[in-house]
């Protein structure tokens, strides 16, 4: 067999698809939960990218990895909240406003980077501590069941329970509810008594929560450090991936899913020779391209549905 399909069919491949897979995850199901709400957070990227930050300096300065669990949780809420500020409350368009986040969330984690370490572009001086990983008792033992499933980062497990939460939240509570109405008819859920805007707002801080572990785990489980803009476009691909799901908790794991095989694929063949530009823009190539069928899709739904209207 060919040498790359034969690593292409390993439990190592299948391992390293789940591991790539996690930060895809979590700001997926933070960017579903906002757009279920007719508030779409496409600030997910500046969200993960500080949330990484302070996870990195709190637990160096500290030596906590709770303290820099919560520090990275209250940061990426609070950006969630800062942008629920700006739409809600200033009225500035959400979009606009998201872009400008992710503009600071990158100017400010590099200052901040300087300020407290001296460093440049990566957090070299200092040593970060990282989320251990789970070794998944009798699993372990199964052969290549075990090598695919067992040794992963805890956030990894994490990100896959966040699915469950995700569906019981949407479909099992009231919360859910409110949010699934607020973006389908808002002036429905408006007339029986529901606020929009504090409704909205819950979403964005959820969507910030979620996020906020995207970024930790970059960060504090991928890697061992912070380097500048370390996100590198996950949380835009996050955007095609619950896109993709129908912001639905399987259709978004599926999602993030699929451009998890392609950043591994892009992992696995970089050693081949191909031009490493290819190989580093394949999953934003991807991300495009799938943008583009789901619109058409959308767009032949619509005009079917605007047809069976006529009739």
Do not use: C
């Not at 251990?132 to 090598?147: A, D, R, V, Y």
């Not at 329970?161 to 429905?188: C, E, H, M, W």
Request: hydrophobic content about 55%.
């Amino acid at each position: 067999m060919n040498p790359l399909l034969k690593s292409i069919f390993s439990p190592q491949f299948a391992f390293a698809i789940i591991r790539v897979t996690t930060p895809l995850l979590f700001a997926a199901i933070g960017v579903a939960i906002s757009a279920l709400s007719g508030s779409i957070n496409i600030g997910l990227e500046g969200i993960m990218l500080i949330s990484a930050f302070f996870g990195v300096i709190i637990s160096a300065f500290t030596g906590s990895l709770v303290l820099a669990l919560i520090g990275g949780i209250l940061v990426g809420i609070g950006m969630g909240a800062l942008l629920g500020y700006f739409h809600l409350k200033l009225k500035a368009d959400i979009i606009i406003a998201a872009i400008a986040l992710n503009m600071f969330a990158s100017g400010i984690t590099i200052f901040f980077l300087y300020i407290f370490t001296h460093d440049k572009g990566t957090s070299s001086s200092i040593t970060s501590l990282v989320f251990p990983s789970l070794q998944i008792p009798i699993i372990k033992e199964i052969p290549i069941l075990g090598e695919i499933i067992s040794g992963h980062n805890v956030l990894t497990y994490f990100a896959l329970i966040s699915v469950a939460l995700f569906y019981y939240l949407i479909y099992k509570t009231s919360l859910g509810l409110r949010i699934r109405a607020v973006g389908q008819n808002p002036d429905a859920a408006e007339s029986v008594g529901v606020n929009i805007n504090r409704i909205k707002l819950y979403s964005l801080l959820l969507s910030g929560f979620f996020g906020s572990f995207g970024g930790l785990y970059l960060s504090m489980g991928y890697v061992s450090w912070f380097s500048r803009d370390m996100t590198a476009g996950r949380g835009f691909i996050a955007i095609a991936a619950a896109a993709l799901g129908g912001n639905f908790p399987l259709g978004t794991f599926l999602g993030a899913l699929f451009f998890g095989i392609v950043n591994a694929i892009a992992i696995y063949i970089a050693p081949l020779g191909i031009p490493s530009e290819f190989i580093n823009s394949m999953p934003y190539i991807v991300t495009v391209v799938a943008l583009a069928i789901y619109s058409i899709r959308l767009s032949r739904k619509k005009k079917m549905l605007s047809k069976k209207e006529e009739i």
